[in-house]
């Protein structure tokens, strides 16, 4: 599969490029006939939208033209856009802004209608289609490089509902603000797609009548987590430099024969920095973050580690953690193969609960504290741990009733 070789040129430099093109060539609008020309202009590989208080269709417009050419790149000028779902099958490129705090994407100030029941069973299309997700951007398959831009939930963004079978109750928050599930590749028992973010900042906002009292529940999400076999998800997977506020993070479910690195980026004011689910032959890191009073809600740790890995490298080194728990192996963890597991240095003397904790399910994992202050909670006999006081005992975390798919 194709994969970007660079990080997305900046936005001057697109500018340019664009500029450059517009005076050499006329654009071909009679290719571009179900988008507005006074707002979407298509030079080359580059569609360039401009805001105008409703984006929606621009948004969906110059995504539905770009994937039909590879490396393209839908770039967003400095200013704020007010958008509905956003759905990219087979999206090979760029989705950039002018800048974390120039390019400003609000979701609309009302409810979005959503498929009521297992919206998962089917791809996600718009509003207008067949089976809306409970998302804002979804990519389905492809290759995507975010950059330099914010995603807002504004004051009265929800959804009209939707559940799962057994669920046995309507959630009217948003499940994801970018999601990325695969598409399929014939004849293997997986879905493939790779997505990356740099400098990218999203933050909800309270509302009553949710489940978490918020309107958005997770920020990001890689998962195999489309259609009834629930195949996993393959790819690469990178997110850095970027900014998250009252929001469930980063999370990851359902990974196969992947790679993941999650760097350099800031949680605050949420129940979790990061959720990896069910992960098997992936090569996953989580360094130099800053997970900041993680307190909200069910508080499910600054990264909280569910169920099966199985022959999996995993790394969180070099975090600041400070609020409830720091690193979670929860109680459902289990450990298959050939596993590689690096706690390394990690700052969790702040938080008021267990700094570290790790199930009974672990087994030979490392961890080196930075201090003797980063207490170790270690309900396993095959762990190793290097300066870490132990603290006895059990705790028990308040559970979420959702699927481990959203959250």
């Known amino acids: 599969m194709y994969r970007p070789k660079k990080k ?5 430099d697109l500018v340019e490029v664009t500029v450059a093109v517009a005076f050499s ?3 071909a609008m009679s290719q571009l006939a179900p988008c507005d020309p006074n707002y979407v202009s298509n030079n080359a590989k580059i569609w360039l939208v401009l805001p105008t208080g409703t984006d929606t269709a621009n948004l969906q417009c110059a995504f539905d033209h770009a994937v039909s050419l590879p490396d393209s790149t839908v770039l967003l000028s400095s200013g704020t856009y007010h958008t509905g779902r956003v759905v990219a099958s087979g999206f090979v490129g760029y989705f950039s802004g002018a800048g974390e705090n120039e390019t400003i994407i609000k979701t609309l100030d009302r409810p979005l209608h959503v498929t009521y029941l297992n919206f998962y069973l089917d791809p996600p299309t718009p509003e207008s289609g067949s089976n809306p997700w409970p998302s804002i951007f979804a990519f389905v398959g492809g290759d995507v490089v975010i950059s330099d ?3 807002y939930a504004t004051e009265n963004f929800g959804t009209t509902g939707w559940t799962f079978t057994g669920l046995g109750v309507t959630v009217y928050e948003l499940a994801h603000g970018f999601v990325t599930v695969g598409s399929e590749v014939p004849r293997q028992n997986y879905r493939q797609a ?11 906002l309270p509302r009553t009548g949710t489940l978490y009292g918020f309107n958005l529940i997770n920020a990001t999400y890689f998962e195999g987590f489309l259609g009834a076999d629930q195949l996993p998800l ?12 009252q929001v469930g993070g980063t999370n990851l479910f359902n990974l196969y024969d992947s790679q ?7 949680y605050e004011d949420s129940f979790e920095g990061m959720d990896v689910d069910q992960i098997s032959n992936t090569t996953y890191e989580y360094a130099d973050n800053k997970v900041l009073n993680i307190s909200l809600g069910a508080v499910l740790g600054g990264v909280c580690v569910n169920r099966f890995l199985d022959s999996t490298t995993i790394f969180i080194r070099r975090n600041l953690f400070t609020g409830v ?10 450990f298959g193969g050939k596993m590689n597991c690096k706690r390394l240095k990690n700052e969790v003397e702040n938080e008021t609960g267990v700094g570290i904790y790790l199930g009974p399910g672990t087994t030979d994992c490392l ?14 006999t095959n762990n190793k741990l290097n300066g870490c006081p132990e603290v006895g005992g059990s705790i028990t975390v308040k559970k979420d009733i959702f699927p481990k798919a959203l959250h």
């Open 325 to 334: 728990y720091g690193p979670y192996f929860d109680n459902s963890v289990t």
């Open 149 to 151: 831009l914010s995603l």
């Open 194 to 204: 790779n997505a990356a973010l740099y400098r990218v900042r999203i933050e909800r």
């Open 25 to 27: 060539t006329q654009p």
């Open 234 to 245: 393959r790819g690469k997977f990178d997110l850095h430099d970027s900014h998250f506020r």
């Open 8 to 12: 997305p040129l900046s936005f001057l």
């Open 260 to 266: 993941v690195s999650i760097t350099r980026n800031t």
């Open 367 to 380: 961890v080196l504290c930075k201090t003797r202050q980063d207490n170790v909670q270690n309900l396993s």
